[in-house]
């Protein structure tokens, strides 16, 4: 007599859920397309972050080695009254290019918003400083700024009977100078914004409001500003981040001067390492910026939430 084996059963996969390798294939191959990209942000991000984060605690000697000075950098870049005026500098720069660019951003938006077809070339147009390299932006500005009377922008002034301006060469009209190019620069990328926010607006509003008799004013501030009210708190975080890291334009229209009347804090953190050898100091004021960064972020998010809930 002779007995047979029956073989044992399959294992199956329980309905409704896949087997465990499909799982993961998918986010495996997802990461491993990211991972060219990760190693590269680690590499030129993260570690140059955390090296900085050490170097701020020594007194950073090239031949001699580096000395422990613990928070000694960071007292000095606090007590430091070139410190405290290139955060102010820093901050009224972010907030005119915020409030100039958002301002003309939304009044550009609403004027070239609409399915016409001619207006893809305006709204091309009215994009091409976004795209333009900011050296080069800064380069032509600061050509436009000669303060002879033979400056384009004093010629163009001087058909309105207005008399010719220092623009960069004074202390003060150097900070509003810059601005003035920031705000032109910024306004495209917030019209933009505004029209993929405009696009998410319901159109029977604007349509039951215009049979309520309700003015073209009236129809922007009950149904236009509300609906873009989630647009206006992404510009104002990316404004947060942008305002405080602002430097080519800075440091090519006029490197901080004259007599440090457009100093920011990119431009002072650049000098302090590379001008001044005081790389302890610069990496303390590297660490601060990016603690302002954050704390203005996290502040903005903050507000948006609780004007969400």
Do not use: C
């Amino acid at each position: 007599m002779t007995s047979t084996l029956a073989p044992a059963p399959r294992r199956t996969a329980t309905p409704g859920h896949p087997p465990r390798s499909v799982r993961w294939r998918g986010p495996l191959i997802a990461w491993l397309f990211l991972a060219p990209a990760l190693l590269l942000f680690l590499y030129f991000k993260f570690i140059p972050m955390f090296v900085g984060l050490w170097k701020s605690l020594f007194k950073v000697q090239t031949f001699l080695g580096d000395e422990w000075v613990g928070f000694q950098n960071y007292q000095t870049i606090i007590s430091d009254s070139e410190f405290g005026a290139a955060i102010w500098h820093s901050v009224v720069l972010a907030l005119g290019t915020t409030i100039g660019s958002i301002v003309l951003g939304l009044v550009l938006a609403l004027l070239i918003e609409g399915p016409a077809r001619y207006l893809w070339f305006v709204r091309t147009a009215a994009f091409l400083p976004v795209v333009t390299t900011m050296a080069a932006v800064a380069e032509v500005w600061r050509i436009m700024f000669h303060p002879a009377d033979s400056g384009m922008l004093n010629i163009v002034i001087g058909w309105l009977g207005i008399d010719a301006q220092p623009w960069l060469a004074s202390e003060h009209s150097s900070l509003w100078s810059i601005m003035l190019m920031s705000i032109w620069r910024g306004t495209p990328y917030d019209m933009m914004i505004f029209l993929a926010g405009l696009v998410g607006v319901d159109r029977s509003l604007y349509e039951a409001a215009a049979v309520d008799g309700a003015s073209t004013w009236r129809r922007l501030r009950h149904i236009t500003l509300p609906a873009l009210r989630p647009v206006f708190w992404i510009l104002f975080t990316l404004a947060a981040i942008r305002g405080l890291r602002v430097f080519v334009e800075v440091y090519v229209l006029t490197n901080g001067g004259p007599n440090g009347s457009s100093e920011v804090l990119m431009t002072l953190i650049y000098k302090l390492g590379f001008q001044k050898n005081e790389l302890g100091v610069a990496s303390a004021g590297g660490i601060v910026l990016f603690l302002a960064t954050l704390v203005l972020t996290v502040i903005v998010q903050v507000m948006r939430r609780r004007q969400a809930s």
